[in-house]
Antibody, heavy 119, light 108 residues
Framework: EVQLVESGGGLVQPGGSLRLSCAAS????????MSWVRQAPGKGLEWVAN????????YYVDSVKGRFTISRDNAKNSLFLQMNILGAEDTALYYC????????????WGQGTLVTVSS | EIVMTQSSASLSVSPGEKVTLSCRAS??????LAWYQQKPGQAPRLLIY???TRATGVPARFSGSGSGTEFTLTISSLQSEDFAVYYC??????????FGQGTRVEIK
């Protein structure tokens, strides 16, 4: 069974940093693109970033470029999102999602970890 | 950036009725279009990918159609467990990968 378990969310002050983790199991992690998708309270889904199987390609939505860094540790079947210079607009539930080997539909999602940016 | 527009923010439907949800892309996405279902307090669930291919375990009452810029998700006979928010998503031209704003299907 595919499992994606996020952790690392919490309350952080504006301008602060947070590192999210996603532990993957039940599938061959190295065969899939992985993404972070977020959902602000009461709002829709927003793709944040993704990373290719070997980490050689990385992409971000414009609003987080220069502030967020996605990475993966294939030896530990883990995905990460380092978030710096956080603002209120980053408050959201952050989901780890499995993409395809090439196509970027998301067939498995974690339960999400909540990031709240507030003073 | 490809903008995805779902024509209705919400729909009120009676159980057993057929419902059709629409999604339009600002430019062609070929068939690189997915649909998701999200229930309150839950993560999204992939229903359809490639515009018309049902994901594993998705009931046959869900079907997707379309190509280019116009897409539909049809639920042939709405069940109680189908009341949820539905999102379309394009993965043809990215980054960014983009979602529609969602359509809430409510009980009439």
């Amino acid at each position: 069974e595919v499992q994606l378990v996020e952790s690392g969310g919490g309350l952080v002050q504006p301008g602060g940093s947070l590192r999210l983790s996603c532990a993957a199991s039940g599938f061959t992690f190295t065969s899939y693109w992985m993404s972070w998708v977020r959902q602000a309270p009461g709002k829709g889904l927003e793709w944040v970033a993704n990373i290719k199987q070997d980490g050689s390609e990385i992409y971000y939505v414009d609003s987080v470029k220069g502030r967020f860094t996605i990475s993966r540790d294939n030896a530990k079947n883990s995905l990460f999102l380092q978030m710096n210079i956080l603002g209120a607009e980053d408050t959201a539930l952050y989901y780890c999602a499995r993409g395809g080997s090439y196509y970027q539909s998301f067939d498995n999602w974690g339960q999400g970890t909540l990031v709240t940016v507030s003073s | 950036e490809i903008v995805m527009t779902q024509s209705s923010a919400s729909l009120s439907v009676s159980p057993g009725e057929k419902v059709t949800l629409s999604c339009r892309a600002s430019q062609s996405v070929s068939i690189n279009l997915a649909w998701y279902q999200q229930k309150p307090g839950q993560a999204p669930r992939l229903l359809i990918y490639g515009a018309s291919t049902r994901a594993t375990g998705v009931p046959a009452r869900f079907s997707g159609s379309g190509s280019g810029t116009e897409f539909t998700l049809t639920i042939s006979s709405l069940q109680s467990e189908d009341f949820a928010v539905y999102y379309c998503q394009q993965y043809h031209n990215w980054p960014p990968i983009t979602f529609g704003q969602g359509t809430r299907v409510e009980i009439k």
